[in-house]
């Protein structure tokens, strides 16, 4: 919840979110004119006056909140159905996901695609957090941007929706040698589900906080080369 609480925060704040060559995650892509140079495609003009997280916030929450590892989280913090193994649940009828509203749940394959897009766009940011004004260079921010998306690949990729996409409808895996492959990476990573759905989680906060402080002036990005 404090992440959560975080990242609404830190989504409706329209100054701190860039500095130098970084880009909070929580922004990008950048498509409103008010990010300045780190504007990505400039879509929404000088009229767009909120936060330009808003724009594109809707699809990595989407993404997550629909993601059966968190789903299982909250249905049995907060949803309380089912709360547990023999608990008794507090609902007249388990219904499961069959009926609205949970039915909508199934919606996240196609949050999936749009996650696919936020990974690539985590990489591109954080190839350009090697790019300072003064020519390329390593900083401790360039770093934090890539574990950052390197842990938003292995989370995206783990997805069931994923390893379905991959290696579902198959006969037979020895007719498609590339994809037996990739479903075995999808595999090892879709084992690893909740473990990457919770770095990935607070890296993106501590992303964002790292970017945020140093905009503010609190401390300064170390530069190792
Ligand atoms: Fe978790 Fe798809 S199941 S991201």
């Keep these: 919840m404090v992440f959560v609480g975080y990242s609404v925060w830190a989504a409706l704040q329209t100054s701190h979110y860039a500095w130098g060559p970084y880009i909070s995650p929580i922004f990008s892509p950048c498509l409103a004119t008010s990010c300045g140079s780190h504007t990505d495609l400039a879509l929404f003009g000088r009229w767009w006056v909120v936060s330009p997280a808003l724009i594109v916030a809707g699809f990595p929450v989407g993404f997550r909140l629909t993601c059966y590892y968190y789903r299982r989280a909250y249905y049995r913090s907060l949803w309380l159905s089912p709360p547990a193994c023999a608990v008794r649940e507090p609902h007249h009828r388990y219904r499961g996901e069959s ?19 936020v990974a690539v766009m985590l990489s591109i940011d954080a190839v350009r957090g090697f790019d300072f004004p003064g020519g390329w260079g390593i900083g401790l921010g360039s770093l934090i ?19 379905h996409l991959i290696g579902g409808r198959l006969r037979h895996f020895s007719r498609h040698p590339i994809r037996y492959r990739a479903w075995k990476i999808a595999t090892v990573l879709n084992a690893r589900h ?6 990935s989680l607070p890296c993106v906060v501590g992303t964002d906080l790292y970017i945020r402080l140093v905009s503010m002036g609190v401390f300064h990005d170390p530069r190792l080369l």
């Design 194 to 199: 909740m473990a990457f759905a919770w770095a």
């Design 99 to 117: 009926r609205f509203p949970l039915i909508l749940q199934n919606v996240h394959r196609y949050f999936f695609y749009f996650g696919i897009l």
């Design 145 to 163: 941007l890539v574990v950052n998306a390197v842990l938003f690949w292995c989370y995206a990729l783990g997805c069931h929706s994923c390893r």
